[in-house]
């Protein structure tokens, strides 16, 4: 698995990270558009155990995003895989990251998607009122499908991704 860019890179999720995950979900500058999460830290290893196991079954993907240096900034995840489909979340970033972190792992996580699970497109959605994260995955090429109260919808294919990248190589 190639999983390394030109800053970040991103790595599965491990019973260690759960410190580091629980206070990155709890921040209020990050957490506004997530779904809560239980404050207690054997809650949170419990998750992880429980998700390794999906994890083995190929049921769904948590990763830390690091920066090269090996600094924890941020996690992603791919679940909800359907089809030739998968949707992604769970992403944040904190002040940690690098500049281009939030492209970088967007490229990352669709390479993971695509080349590692052979998957064609993806499907997520974003809490209204994101505006910079919808934003950001409309400049990548998604497609809005649908919206209700809480979220919007998306779909985005693997062509539209490699699009995206070749324009913005430069970046990455």
Request: with cysteine; aromatic share 12%; glycine share 4%.
């Amino acid at each position: 698995m190639i999983n390394k860019s030109r800053t970040i890179n991103i790595r599965l999720v491990e019973e260690s990270d759960a410190e580091f995950i629980l206070k990155l979900r709890l921040d209020e500058k990050y957490n506004q558009f997530l779904s809560d999460v239980n404050p207690d830290m054997q809650a949170q290893r419990d998750w992880i155990k429980k998700y390794k196991n999906d994890e083995f079954l190929k049921k769904q993907f948590y990763f830390i995003i690091e920066r090269n240096d090996g600094v924890p900034c941020g996690t992603v995840r791919i679940y909800d895989i359907k089809g030739d489909s998968f949707c992604w979340g769970s992403w944040i970033l904190n002040e940690n990251k690098t500049r281009y972190a939030a492209l970088e792992s967007a490229f990352l996580v669709y390479q993971f998607g695509f080349n590692e699970l052979g998957l064609k497109k993806s499907h997520f959605e974003v809490r209204k009122g994101n505006e910079k994260v919808i934003s950001f995955h409309k400049k990548m090429g998604a497609v809005k499908i649908l919206e209700d109260d809480l979220n919007e919808y998306f779909n985005i294919s693997q062509e539209a991704v490699l699009e995206a990248k070749q324009k913005l190589s430069a970046k990455i």
